[in-house]
């Protein structure tokens, strides 16, 4: 057995990992399989996760009206084709009466990174925020990267590109549903998908849903996606292999079917180059890839619940990975790059 570290360093770079480091089944694997990531044994896989001992307040300074975020209940009809309400998670840690679930719940998923101004004409680096809307443009919810006062300030004027950030997903009313969280990264991304009110605790391990691994290559765009199991290893259920300067992340399983897809949506070349400014359309079902039969010939699906959380993240790591500002240059004024 090997942990999520060792799996990356044994990654083939033309194909999904091999099949003795990457755990990789069609059938979800069965309970009380011993895991080797850690000493911490998963208790109770199947219960009710508690709610964030933290108020909403202290996780970030973003607030749902900045936005212009709804403050009725959304009555916007959510339909599924194929499910007929709920999307099916098997032995996954997500359950329907879970926050993030009626987000994850959409078959496709906007979302778009705000405009950050002092980063346009300055190049300071501020704390990104996303608004999550479904296919529609109904907002669903709104992502907030922490800021937490002025050292964290200063350290992402540092680090930039290769910080560490916890980003928190919020859903319309300003609950907490997940978690999105990297630690420094140098070269390649490794993000985490966690359940609220585990991403600061010694029990971390049992709030992980799983993770995008950034797989290094010299020109190519490449990930690799991990489910994590009832116990502690991680099984890999798709990965990324974009070309030179792609726009569509699409996530193939182990047979070369495309499961979903993260696209990098063109809005325009005044906003592209004056604007620190983002949207991405997550497609996470059969049904989201409808008209594109000749970009997308087979497709499979739908995505489990975990795998659209973890998904979620992947694109969080894309869009800080090739198409943040501070991923290649300054602002309008600044006259070099931090890099």
Request: no cysteine.
């Amino acid at each position: 057995m090997f942990s999520i570290r060792n799996l990356t360093r044994l990654h083939k770079p033309t194909s999904f990992l091999p099949k003795s480091t990457r755990f990789y089944s069609p059938l979800p694997r069965s309970h009380g399989s011993k895991g080797s990531r850690s000493s911490y044994q998963r208790k109770n896989p199947n219960s009710q996760w508690g709610q964030p001992e933290q108020e909403l307040g202290s996780s970030s300074s973003f607030q749902p009206e900045q936005l212009e975020f709804q403050t009725e209940p959304n009555t916007q009809r959510y339909s599924f084709d194929s499910y007929t309400g709920s999307v099916p998670n098997p032995q996954g840690l997500l359950r329907e009466n879970d926050g993030i679930t009626k987000i994850l719940n959409e078959p496709t998923i906007v979302i778009e990174r705000q405009i950050e101004m002092m980063n346009v004409f300055l190049g300071f680096e501020q704390a990104n925020q996303y608004t999550i809307m479904d296919a529609l443009g109904n907002k669903i919810g709104y992502m907030a990267e922490r800021d937490l006062g002025f050292t964290k300030a200063i350290m992402r004027q540092i680090y930039r590109l290769h910080r560490p950030f916890h980003v928190d997903v919020f859903d319309i009313y300003g609950n907490q549903v997940l978690t999105i969280k990297r630690p420094f990264s140098f070269i390649n991304s490794h993000i985490k998908a966690i359940l609220p009110g585990f991403e600061d605790s010694q029990n971390l391990d049992a709030g992980i849903i799983g993770e995008s691994v950034q797989s290094w290559h010299l020109w190519r765009r490449r990930y690799n996606l991990f489910k994590a199991e009832s116990t502690n290893e991680f099984e890999q259920f798709g990965e990324i292999d974009s070309g030179f300067l792609a726009f569509d992340f699409p996530v193939r399983d182990s047979e070369g079917r495309v499961i979903g897809a993260v696209d990098r949506n063109w809005v325009g070349i005044g906003r592209e180059m004056f604007t620190d400014t983002g949207v991405y359309i997550i497609r996470m079902d059969p049904q989201s890839f409808a008209g594109m039969g000749e970009l997308y010939p087979e497709v499979a699906g739908p995505l489990t619940l975990d795998q659209r959380a973890v998904l979620l993240g992947n694109a969080i790591s894309v869009d800080f990975d090739y198409f943040s500002r501070h991923s290649n240059r300054g602002g309008l004024f600044s006259f070099g790059d931090y890099e």
